[in-house]
Every structure is written in structure tokens, then in C-alpha cells.
Antibody, heavy 117, light 107 residues
Framework: QMQLVQSGAEVKKPGASVKVSCKAS????????MHWVRQAPGQGLEWMGR????????DYAQNFRGRLTMTRDTSISTAYMELSSLRSDDTAMYYC??????????WGQGTLVTVSS | EIVLTQSPGSLSLSPGERATLSCRAS???????LAWYQQKPGQAPRLLMY???SRATGIPDRFSGGGSGTDFTLTISRLEPEDFAVYYC??????????FGQGTRLE
């Protein structure tokens, strides 16, 4: 049973950074792209970027370049998403998502990041 | 960059009725790259359809998808109470790899 389990909710001050983890199980971690998608309260889904787990190559959405870093640790089948210089409009649910072919076939449970002074 | 526009923004129907949701792409896309997701409050999205018309595992056959080029639809033939949710279409491309529509709320 494939599963993505994310780290817990975070509360951060403006200007700080947050790092969210996503541990994969039930499949070969290095065999599939891992994407990150966020959803602001009451809003739609926004693609942030992806990492190729076997090489570490990343591809970030234009909106996040310079603030976003995705990494992975293949020894523990875990992907990480770090967002810096947080603003209030970064308050959102952050999801990791495995892509099979052209679709997301497995989502993490989500990590709520709240940015507030 | 491909932009997906969903309509209507919200749809008010009753159980047993038929729902038709639309997703329009800003340029022609391959039907292989178009998917639909369902999201209920407090939950992550769930894959419903991939490749425009293929149902994901466990999705009942009252859900169907169709379309080509720039116009795609998700149809729910007879609404069940559990179908009331937000639905997103998604395209997989090159840059960016993933684009979502803004969603249709079925209420």
C-alpha cells in the first residue's frame, strides 16, 4: 500500500523558513517524480515544483524561484520542501504528491503552514 | 503556459441529478494529459479520471470523462450524496509540468 506521510503543522513568523518532510512507503521512492502542491485557505491547487528522487534534479514554478528548495534523502525515502522568506500569503496546506505517468496517483495528507506575527 | 478554465464555478444540484463540469484549455492539449480530481473538505484531492476518460481505481462508473483539443468534460450521471465536493481538472505538460483549473464546487 503506497503512502506518503508528511510532517506536522507549523506556525512561523514572517521572514522565517519552513521545511516540510514527506516520507514515502509501499513503492520504490526513486522511481517516480515527487511534486509539491499548495492550497491557500478556500483557494485552488497551486503547483510549486518537483524533484527527481534518483538524481535530485529539481524544477520550480516561476513564482517560487529563489525561495524554494526541494531535496531528498533516498536512504530513508523522504522528500523535503523548504520555503524561505515566508509571508502571510504563504499560509496554506502543503501537499507532496507522487506522479505516475501524467497524473498524481498518491497524495500526502497535507501539512498546514501558518505564517503569522 | 497552458491555462485551464473550469466552468461553472459552482453548481447547485440534487442527488439523483446529472452533473456536467467543463474544463477548457487555453490551447489544444493531448487527451492523454488531462485528469480530474475530487476534493472533499479537510481531505487531499483524489484522482478520479486520467487520460481524459479512464477511471482511476475504485471510481464508480457513474463518473465519466470526455473531450478533446481544448474542451473537456466530467460527467456524473446520477449524483450521490458523497459526490458533493470540489472538482479540479489538471494538465501535465512541459513547463510547468502540472497545471490545475480553478475548480468547480458541486453543492
Amino acid at each position: 500500500q503506497m503512502q506518503l506521510v508528511q510532517s506536522g503543522a507549523e506556525v512561523k513568523k514572517p521572514g522565517a523558513s519552513v521545511k516540510v518532510s514527506c516520507k514515502a512507503s509501499g513503492y520504490t521512492f526513486t522511481g517516480y517524480y515527487m511534486h509539491w502542491v499548495r492550497q491557500a485557505p478556500g483557494q485552488g491547487l497551486e503547483w510549486m515544483g518537483r524533484i527527481t528522487p534518483n538524481t535530485g534534479v529539481t524544477d520550480y514554478a516561476q513564482n517560487f524561484r529563489g525561495r524554494l528548495t526541494m531535496t531528498r534523502d533516498t536512504s530513508i525515502s523522504t522528500a523535503y520542501m523548504e520555503l524561505s522568506s515566508l509571508r502571510s500569503d504563504d499560509t496554506a496546506m502543503y501537499y507532496c504528491a507522487r506522479v505516475l505517468g501524467f497524473t498524481v496517483d498518491c497524495w500526502g495528507q497535507g501539512t498546514l503552514v501558518t505564517v503569522s506575527s | 503556459e497552458i491555462v485551464l478554465t473550469q466552468s461553472p464555478g459552482s453548481l447547485s444540484l440534487s442527488p439523483g441529478e446529472r452533473a456536467t463540469l467543463s474544463c477548457r484549455a487555453s490551447q489544444s492539449v493531448s487527451s492523454s494529459y488531462l485528469a480530474w480530481y475530487q476534493q472533499k473538505p479537510g481531505q487531499a484531492p483524489r484522482l478520479l479520471m486520467y487520460g481524459t476518460s479512464s477511471r482511476a481505481t475504485g471510481i464508480p462508473d457513474r463518473f465519466s470523462g470526455g473531450g478533446s483539443g481544448t474542451d473537456f468534460t466530467l460527467t456524473i450521471s446520477r449524483l450521490e450524496p458523497e459526490d458533493f465536493a470540489v472538482y479540479y481538472c489538471q494538465h501535465y505538460g512541459s513547463s510547468p509540468p502540472i497545471t490545475f483549473g480553478q475548480g468547480t464546487r458541486l453543492e
